[in-house]
């Protein structure tokens, strides 16, 4: 099965987990709609990714990674 993000996707969000760390702070980001399709990426105070793909509200799908590393790593982005 394929990733949920695009590759431009995955670098977006990377780039915005590497920018944020300089702050303190996680990354939250939707690509689309949750009311009709869209995908949610989050980053939890332990530090792990989950990327959800959802329709009409519902989780079509989900991917969890343990920290930043191993979601660059998926992702093949630096």
């Known amino acids: 099965m394929s990733k949920i993000l695009t590759p ?5 969000v990377y780039d915005a987990m590497s920018a ?20 949610n ?3 939890d105070e ?3 990714i989950t990327v959800v793909e959802v329709a009409q509200y519902n989780v079509v ?3 969890h990674y343990m920290n ?3 979601f660059a790593a998926a992702y093949d982005v630096n």
């Not at 431009?8 to 977006?12: E, L, Y």
């Not at 944020?20 to 995908?39: E, P, Q, R, W, Y």
């Open 20 to 39: 944020l760390n300089n702050v303190n702070a996680k990354v939250k980001a939707s690509f689309g709609n949750v009311a009709d399709t869209g995908v």
């Open 68 to 70: 930043q590393h191993r």
């Open 61 to 63: 799908r989900a991917e």
């Open 46 to 48: 332990l530090d792990t």
């Open 41 to 43: 990426v989050f980053e």
């Open 8 to 12: 431009a996707q995955a670098k977006a």
